[in-house]
């Protein structure tokens, strides 16, 4: 796996620099995604709660109703850089995947996406939506048959075939050039949001809170990112550990 790897993280650094890769992502997030999507205030909300003024930066309004697209795309951008004709990935719930699935369709380029058996089962409608979108599936059925052995597995195809597969983890997870493409591909979140906040304000307001849903923490990490040196509180609220685990929270790819 090390040599991939730093491959990766060497074409990474001269793509993230490249002009005219640079404008491929943009036109694609411009004009596919539909960014920069709404900043708008929850009126009945803050109404309802008496406090604070409750506003939602909605990713959901992004193409493919997630914001997921966008590392997918990022990740396609480089797959055809590097004259790679297969994009392999993982998905839990099949937000990640379907994003796969559409950015891989949008490039001309093949999807495969490792899901795990539970996760496929219970997500059958964006299961059949990466399928309609000529992805290919491979269902895990090995440990959990959760999210963390679909990427365990994609990991594991990968290495086989890196020669001529590119890996898209679409978590903030696995060795670090991944976290790092997902930082910078998600991003654009935050950069949208810190313009939109100053707009409407005419500033970064005090007592401002980033209030984010972690799981895998792609989209948590796009939100705070332009905004960490910013004065405000960065809450994440992520669901507990199991039971048996009581302490063992902060751990979705875990347990």
């Not at 990640?96 to 559409?102: D, E």
């Not at 996406?113 to 059958?124: C, M, N, S, V, W």
Request: aromatic share 8%; net charge positive; charged share 20%.
């Amino acid at each position: 796996l090390k040599k991939p790897i730093d491959d990766l993280t060497k074409l990474f650094e001269k793509c993230r620099y490249d002009k005219s890769f640079i404008k491929q992502r943009d036109d694609l997030y411009k004009n596919y995604v539909g960014t920069p999507t709404r900043f708008i205030k929850l009126q009945n909300l803050t109404d309802h709660l008496g406090g604070a003024q409750i506003y939602a930066k909605h990713e959901a309004m992004a193409n493919s109703q997630s914001h997921k697209l966008n590392n997918a795309l990022l990740h396609c951008l480089i797959a055809k850089y590097t004259n790679k004709k297969v994009v392999v990935g993982d998905t839990g719930a099949g937000m990640a995947g379907s994003g796969l699935a559409m950015a891989a369709a949008a490039t001309g380029l093949k999807a495969i996406i490792f899901q795990g058996e539970k996760d496929y089962l219970r997500q059958a409608p964006n299961s059949m939506r990466m399928r309609l979108l000529g992805a290919e599936i491979h269902v895990v059925k090995s440990g959990s048959r959760q999210l963390v052995d679909a990427v365990s597995e994609s990991i594991r195809y990968f290495v086989a075939n890196c020669d001529k597969v590119h890996l898209a983890v679409g978590s903030s997870v696995g060795p670090s050039i991944y976290t790092r493409i997902c930082a910078y591909a998600q991003s654009v979140i935050s950069k949208e949001l810190k313009k939109q906040i100053q707009d409407e304000f005419g500033r970064i307001p005090k007592n401002l809170s980033l209030v984010a849903a972690v799981g895998g923490g792609s989209s948590s990490l796009g939100f705070w990112m332009h905004m960490i040196d910013s004065g405000c509180r960065l809450i994440g609220c992520e669901a507990g550990g199991p039971k048996k685990f009581k302490n063992k929270h902060a751990a979705p790819l875990t347990y």
